[in-house]
């Protein structure tokens, strides 16, 4: 006789609770003071770990070797000392990120974060592309789209994005229920990497009064004001007419010295580079312009480029020719043929709130939010719109009446012999770098 069909029970499981948070405080941040600390691991699992490290690497005398004097190390006093001031490093980095305004700072938070920035991006001598930076190219639009008009929509999308960052309003990351520490997106707007002798440093400048945008077209560099009245299709219009500008004064072909490859360059010598570019401008010309691209929002690159294949738009947006480019920050990179993409400074965040920005931006587009302004069901990830998926609202501005067309003010750069040197060199070993490489996608 058959057996009737087994029929399973199924329960539904209980809702994780909810993780302890402060409402009181803005979406973005309401997580922060109750984040885990980040573990200091035992010697008895870091010395095992670091020898099957260590493993492949080594011959069988060098790993007994190894194995020696991690046994030794271990039966010393200068262990347990060692291992006493890294957890006490751990209390006191933790202590300090307890805040939410050192949350918002980037102030401490974990044991490793000052070194991990140091060791494995600051310190780094070698050029950050090809070896540091990353890449996105991005979805092409549904329907041909000018290049100028490809290039408001990113600058309005980050804007508004950048706006939710600044007033706390985004929701939180998470992965399922556990939300992840926010503070790296102070990172993500005006905020760039300088190049200093043996070690590199990140400066994050405050969002006011610093509401521009740098673009590069034909090497010449321009500043647009790009926090004005913002909301709906004017603003939108607004820039698209401002950003035609510079394509019509600039045109398609580079003129004059690159001073962006200088920022190409390895490391060590862009730091030689940038003082000897301040001192060849006596009337203070090059340290404006600098300044301007230090304390800008994000880098535009207006690229003469028309990539086809995915093999042309991946290093375009990777690297380019090395030239039309500030690789010390954040840029998007707009194509003749209205294609784009986006290069990631890493040295102080990974990738996680660039791409969230760039998952924010095209999806905007897509849903056609630049001209109406409305939102959507998610709210932060999926539109430009006044409000959230907390049900918070960004700060005032989004959705008011465009203003006056802001006007591109051209960044002029003033060489003198030795500056063209440096450029010439950086422009030199930059190609020679990357006739090394290939890229098949």
């Known amino acids: 006789m058959p057996r009737p069909p087994h029929r399973g029970v199924h329960t539904a499981r209980p809702a ?14 309401r997580y922060q003071p109750f984040l885990p600390a980040l573990p200091v691991p035992p010697l008895e699992h870091t010395v095992p770990l670091y020898l099957s490290s260590i493993a492949p690497h080594c011959t069988p005398a060098q790993l007994a070797a190894a194995q020696r004097d991690a046994r030794a190390f271990l039966a010393s006093p200068l262990a347990a000392q060692l291992q006493d001031r890294l957890l006490a490093r751990a209390a006191a980095e933790d202590a300090k990120g307890r805040s939410v305004q050192a949350a918002v ?3 401490g938070g974990n044991w490793l974060a000052d070194w991990w920035n140091s060791w494995a991006y600051n310190s780094v001598r070698d050029p950050v592309v090809p070896w540091v930076s990353y890449y996105y190219v991005h979805k092409d639009p549904d329907t041909p789209t000018p290049p100028e008009r490809r290039a408001a929509e990113l600058v309005r999308g980050a804007m508004a994005f950048r706006e939710l960052v600044d007033t706390g309003a985004l929701a939180p990351d998470k992965t399922r229920e556990t939300p992840l520490d926010m503070s790296s997106f102070k990172y993500l707007f005006n905020s760039t990497r300088y190049p200093e002798p043996d070690e590199d440093w990140t400066k994050k400048f405050p969002p006011a009064p610093n509401g521009h945008v740098v673009l590069v077209r034909g090497n010449r560099f321009w500043k647009l004001a790009a926090d004005g009245k913002a909301g709906g299709d004017g603003d939108l219009t ?6 035609a500008k510079i394509y019509r004064a600039s045109g398609p072909d580079s003129s004059g010295p690159a001073v962006g490859a200088l920022t190409s360059a390895p490391r060590d010598l862009w730091a030689r580079a940038r003082p000897a570019l301040l001192a060849a401008s006596p009337s203070g010309l090059n340290k404006r312009a600098l300044h301007a691209i230090d304390t800008a929002v994000i880098v535009l690159a207006l690229d003469a480029a028309r990539p086809v294949t995915r093999e042309e738009i991946g290093w375009a947006c990777w690297a380019g020719d090395g030239r039309g480019r500030w690789f010390d920050k954040h840029q998007f990179i707009v194509f003749d043929n209205g294609r784009s993409g986006f290069l990631g400074e890493h040295s102080a965040m990974d990738g996680t709130p660039t791409l969230r920005l760039n998952e924010f931006v095209l999806a905007a587009r897509a849903a056609g939010r630049f001209d109406d302004g409305t939102s959507t069901s998610d709210g932060t990830r999926a539109s430009t719109s006044t409000s959230t998926s907390d049900g918070t609202s960004p700060a005032a501005g989004t959705a008011a009446p465009a203003g006056p067309e802001p006007e591109p003010e051209e960044l002029i750069f003033e060489l003198n012999d030795e500056v063209r040197g440096m450029i010439a060199q950086s422009e ?14």
């Open 105 to 107: 700072d980037g102030v």
């Open 16 to 29: 994780p609770p909810e993780p302890p948070s402060d409402a009181t405080l803005p979406p973005m941040h």
């Open 238 to 243: 607004l820039l698209r007419r401002a950003i």
């Open 428 to 441: 030199k070993m930059f190609d020679e770098v990357m006739q090394k490489h290939d890229m098949h996608v």
